[in-house]
């Protein structure tokens, strides 16, 4: 087995050769110096400020095609030993030298905008930043294709090279290499330098954010896969359960009915039926309303109640032998289907081969008593390279703006996660070690889309103009106090709400459509008592059999338990380890 330790350790080896791209510190006669001036696409493989043992550089101008503007395309190959192959791509807007017009230089608006890749795959399309008048950039995170599978080699130990590529040093230099090839190609530095990323790209801007903070002044990270070991693992909790209670996959229409019966059962509790579960985590349904013979059950597609006990679990998520939680469910309302089908999700199969260092690992082999320890020996093994959970502390003293949406419905990925997350930054940052959540949103905010699936899609309104909510944010310090989400039917515009900053919520007026967001604002605070405490994990890496760790929720195992005998619960010893 590798020691973490022996992971962690790796990240700054793999980073040494930064130092060979930094310019050198200049000299009072430079400072002197008239600007340099820009160059052409032709001349940038062989430009000597390029110059690096580890880069190989090609370039040339992709001419204009259908709706895609001409620019200048440079491929780099970063390679700091045998073992290393990450291809990034640079698209630059054509400057004054090859004829470009209308920007700051040339075509070019000053700024640069990393884009980020999607499950185990990174994307090298730089096309939608460029034809926007960016500078940008892609990765393919040091693989082709995408699986994870070659993180665990054949004889048990960890694929570190490909583990670290993909998770950190791709996308590192590919923002630290974009902005020197810009001053490169411009001969000016980029005013702004943003990156723009969804699920896999959402982690990556979270890990940007955390790693690399100086660097980037705006991140737009929505549905971001952060935690990566612990909420990949989960993803297999109901392939787990479905397997132990029913005896294989439930259904999927008897899946999309027990959805649908949640959701009217809940929809009302926010004052407006719209199809949508505002909050679900206050949706208390149960699959057994659904159980066949009862009076509640549906005409069709009713459960067993084997079915009904299975589908209560994946709702709620997996828990220890303390009846602890170790990470989060699917919520009430969301599609199940994506991680519960007749198939599971491959990258949840492939974490539990990451887990347990091997690549021949059957999860059918685990019950629900032993999923607990699977989901800590991932955390023990690789889940601190991997989890994107570190502080914000650069970034903020910096001055970026972090913009994420995650969906209410997210079926991927699961949302209080999230959540999780912008909690323990509101404590970071309060002024007590307490959540502040407007301390928070000085340079740091997340909106709920209530409907909304993995990066769109689903019942509820879609989030809209969310980059350029950013760019504002960033370049004239206006802080989005609520985003403009929107429901479109054959080309027609149909509903429009608020999302509002977390933890508000979009709060009908009383009067007037509600399919109207001038109807609605912003108000009410989602971080109740209750809902947090049920939110409450088992310590990490200790979730076999660890108590629940309060650090960091705003809440106390006193309160708690308060909460817990109020609504009927009665859960165990919650003491810090």
Not at 282 to 298: D, L, Q, R, V, Y
Not at 378 to 390: E, K, L
Not at 493 to 511: D, F, W
Not at 535 to 562: I, M, S, W
Request: hydrophobic share 35%.
């Amino acid at each position: 087995m590798v020691h973490p330790s022996m992971l962690v350790a790796s990240v700054t080896a793999a980073l040494l050769c930064l130092a060979v791209l930094a310019p050198a510190m200049s000299t009072e006669r430079d400072r002197h110096k008239p600007p340099p001036a820009p160059v052409s696409c032709a001349e940038l493989a062989s430009e000597p400020t390029l110059g690096s043992a580890s880069l190989t550089i090609s370039a040339q101008i992709h001419l204009a095609a259908g709706s895609n503007v001409a620019y200048c395309q440079v491929d780099l190959l970063y390679s700091t030993s045998p073992e290393q192959n990450i291809n990034i791509r640079v698209g630059l807007p054509l400057n004054s030298v090859d004829g470009g017009t209308g920007g700051v230089e040339g075509a070019w608006n000053g700024r640069t905008q990393g884009i980020g890749g999607g499950g185990c795959a990174g994307s090298l399309n730089v096309n939608a930043p460029v034809n926007a008048g960016y500078d940008g950039r892609g990765s393919d995170t040091g693989h082709t294709g995408g699986s994870c599978e070659p993180g665990v080699n054949d004889d048990r130990t960890y694929n570190l090279q490909f583990i670290q590529d993909f998770i950190r040093n791709a996308i590192k230099q590919q923002v630290i290499l974009s902005k020197l090839i810009a001053r490169t190609y411009y001969g000016v530095k980029p005013a702004y330098n943003y990156w723009n990323g969804c699920s896999t790209g959402g982690r990556q801007g979270y890990l940007l954010a955390q790693e690399l903070g100086k660097e980037l002044d705006g991140v737009l990270a929505n549905a971001p896969a952060i935690y990566w070991t612990r909420f990949q693992t989960a993803q297999m909790w109901g392939q787990i359960v479905m397997k132990d209670l029913v005896g294989g996959p439930i259904a999927a229409a008897k899946l999309s009915q027990t959805t649908a019966s949640a959701v009217a059962a809940c929809d009302a509790a926010d004052g407006v039926i719209d199809g949508v579960i505002d909050d679900p985590r206050t949706c208390k349904f149960s699959a057994t309303a659904n159980i066949c013979g009862t009076p509640t059950a549906p005409a069709a597609n009713c459960l067993t109640p084997q079915e009904a006990e299975a589908i209560d679990k994946i709702w709620d998520g997996p828990r220890n032998a303390k009846e602890n939680k170790i990470w989060f469910g699917l919520e009430r309302g969301t599609n199940l289907s994506g991680l519960n089908g007749t198939n599971p999700f491959a990258l949840g199969v492939t974490q539990f081969h990451w887990n347990e260092q091997d690549r021949n690992f059957d999860w059918k082999t685990v019950t629900e008593d032993g999923y607990p320890q699977v989901a800590q020996n991932g955390s023990r093994n690789i889940a601190d390279v991997t989890d994107t959970f570190g502080d914000l502390d650069t970034f903020r003293h910096k001055g970026g703006k972090l913009l994420t949406f995650v969906g209410g419905n997210d079926q991927l990925i699961m949302p209080r996660g999230v959540i999780n997350y912008y909690r323990q930054m509101a404590s970071r940052y309060g002024k007590h070690g307490e959540p502040d959540f407007e301390r928070l949103q000085r340079f740091y905010r997340l909106f709920r889309a209530p409907g909304v699936a993995h990066c769109g899609g689903g019942a509820g309104p879609q989030p809209q103009n969310l980059f350029n909510t950013l760019v504002n944010w960033v370049e004239k310090d206006v802080a989005p106090d609520q985003i403009l989400s929107q429901i479109t039917t054959n080309g027609v515009v149909t509903r429009t709400r608020p999302l509002c900053p977390y933890p508000q919520t979009a709060l009908y007026n009383g009067s007037g459509s509600t399919d109207d967001a001038s109807n609605f604002h912003c108000g009410g605070n989602l971080e109740e008592r209750r809902l947090v405490c049920a939110d409450v994990l088992a310590k990490y890496k200790h979730e076999a059999k660890g108590n629940l760790d309060f650090k960091g929720t705003g809440v106390d195992p006193q309160e708690c338990r308060r909460e817990s005998h109020a609504y009927g619960r009665h859960d165990h010893d919650s003491h810090d380890d």
